[in-house]
């Protein structure tokens, strides 16, 4: 119905068709809170029938797992919640064991172990990070209530894993049972949809006129993208045991878009060269050949239904493209016979470029359709266990981001120490959850400010709750009655991105400070010192995240910098062939992730960054190619020389990068070229070609992306 006629209705009307459309359009959102509301409910009603002390530590449990709302995410997580829990308990344990009455010493362990936990959760990724934030703020859940009385730390412990067990089996419950969204769904509609921007920049690559900075913001947030469907995949593997079958499948489509991302880019840069260097006629004759590609490819894929017959019948079409070329490189060369000899050669070099791109892009079409394809499992090509390889981030950066935490928890303890507050404890479980629960995001202060909005809410919707509320109520019914408004409210907060931190603060210090215990506590002046000691702790996160060693700072771009060049210095150049380049591509993929979300500002702009991570892409990917064609080619014993002197200089130009490391990289590949033999009809040919072709997108991509670098001295690292 047209908003004309909607208009026109009676009053009455209206309202039902702008019901209707609020369901159609944002009813997930409303299924996901109500989800929410009754899985709390459910967790709180078996800790009161288990006579369970503390009710609020499983409603807690439950609001954090449900933030996510697909199922697969919430039993990821749920499983590293429990491991976590029981690391964090057995910690606490351990404390009480070696400080029981020294309270300075206590605080002071407790702030290392947080700070270490951190660090784990800041450098390791995925769930395994969650599973560090458990340990380190479960630990302060446990010990701290029993500081006062150390013999009651194993009732903590014993009820703690209880009322968490609790929460977890709710959440799950809930989560895969009622109106279930399975990520296995969203995993490849959200793979198609990168496939079709993948080809979308393609064709602009193939055909439009782009700046170098917009292409790099597209490639860049196509490499984002694609580290977001690797956090998909490892959390649909907890939900579907199809996909658990094809997870090698789903690891080699990531290598295998990579690919392709890099000889895209590579021809990219190929035809900007050309038509810097060369006349317009020259570069539209080009242009002409790479048209053929772009004629043949699909228009945009729906991501809900892809037509795989269609991208079969491109897979076709790409074989056909890939056969012709020969004849198109023919025609090619009869069209600019009277141009000079040095401009006839790099012309030449377009169907290499094209070749290899289209080779990579049919490499990745095809893994694609196998993913979706019904008969995969009579494929045991695709069922073999896949190399797991472990992503990090950079130490530096994730030693700091335990520092940070250290010296929050120090600070507030300290606090405590000195003032003698009675319910300064709050303040330092609040700094916990808040210094782990968001070492990993890309803009922390910011986020622990929307946390303080959302406690601040939850404070004065518990105070509301506990003194007019609770003392009215008789009964469970009343009870859930009475909780759900507020429950409802915060979980719909936690569905939109904008305000999903003030939701999710809002559900867990609702359910925190609502002080549902068993037996029932009338206390207005512990109600009040908690609300007051929790926003204390979060303050000090968010100062800690402005002042210690903020994240915001230039030094994290550096060193993001410096871990890509070691990347290519150390694995691609030096470390052992077996399982190469899973381990160059995870690391990375997770760099450039990093440096993509930087802001390109102050010494390291946005070109700096962009060469940096194309270089390292293209370079890196090009000498682990090398390495392994080596063996298969026809090659003089001596010309190994020159490939141990790439390896070297191009290791130099990444760990020490300056203008004449860059070009003397350059001149030990256009020697290595130089010295390449002839082709022969043998079945080394094959080899030899592609090896030239490897050794080709080494270069250009040292001259387009490095060389330039050496006019900025102090920008370059």
Known sequence: MSTSSAISLPWHAALRVAARQYVQEDGIRLIHALKTALAVLLATGLSMGLDLAAPRTAMVSVVILMMHQHSGMVMARGFYRGLGMVVGNLAALMLFALFPQER???????????????????????????????????????????????????????????????????????????????????????????????????????????????????????????????NLRSAAVFEDPDLRRRDGLMTRLASEFLDANTQFHLLYQFRQRLRTNTGSDVANTVDTLFAHLAAILPDRIDPARPDLERLHQFDHALTTLIAQLPALQTNQHAALVHEALATQQLAQSATPHLENAAAAL??????????????????????????????????????????????????????????????????VISAAIASALFSTVPAPAA???????????????????????????????????????????GSYLTTWPRTATIGLGFNIYFCFLSNLTNPSVYSPASTLDAGFSTIIGIVAASLAYSFVAPYAGEWVTGLYLNQLRRLVAHVACDGPLAGIRLRFDSG?????????????????????????????????????????????????????????????????AFTSPSRDSFLAASKSVEAALAALPAPVASVADIALVKLRSTLNDIRLSLQDNLVPLGAMDGNIR
Request: with cysteine; net charge positive.
């Open 447 to 489: 986020v622990t400010r929307q946390m303080v909005a959302g406690c601040t809410a939850a404070w004065l919707a518990s105070l509301f709750f506990n003194f007019f509320v609770l003392p009215r109520l008789d009964g469970f019914l009343l009870l859930a009655a009475a909780i759900t408004p507020s429950i409802l409210a």
């Open 588 to 652: 990375v993929r997770d760099c450039v992730q990093q440096i993509g979300m930087r802001s390109g500002t102050g010494r390291y702009s946005e070109a700096v960054l962009h060469a940096w991570s194309f270089a390292s892409i293209e370079i890196g990917r090009g000498v682990i190619a090398l390495r392994e064609l080596l063996p298969h080619a026809s090659l003089p014993p001596s010309w190994r020389t020159f490939e141990t002197d790439i390896r070297k200089t191009v290791a130099h």
């Open 104 to 230: 300075v010493l206590f605080l002071g362990a407790l702030a290392v172990w947080i700070g270490l936990c951190v660090w784990g959760a800041a450098y390791y990724r995925n769930y395994q990070s969650y599973g560090f934030v458990l340990a380190g703020y479960a630990t302060c859940i446990a010990a701290l209530p029993a500081i006062d009385h150390p013999y009651g730390i194993l009732d903590n412990v014993v009820t703690g894993l209880s009322e968490v067990s609790v929460g977890i089996l709710c959440a799950s419950v809930v989560s895969a049972m009622i109106f279930p969204l399975h990520v296995r769904d969203v995993l490849l509609r959200a793979g198609a949809g990168h496939f079709s921007d993948f080809l979308g920049f393609v064709r602009r690559a193939l055909t439009d006129r782009l700046e170098p900075l917009e292409s790099g913001r597209i490639q860049l947030a196509l490499i984002g993208q694609r580290a977001q469907l690797e």
């Open 362 to 427: 049919r490499a990745y079409l095809r893994d694609f359709i196998a993913l979706r394809s019904p008969d995969f499992s009579r494929d045991s090509a695709y069922v073999r266990r896949p190399v797991r390889i472990v992503t990090t981030a950079n130490r530096m950066v994730s030693m700091a981001a335990g520092l940070r935490a250290t010296c929050t928890i120090g600070a507030v303890s300290l606090l405590w120490i000195a003032t003698g507050w009675t319910s300064a404890s709050g303040a």
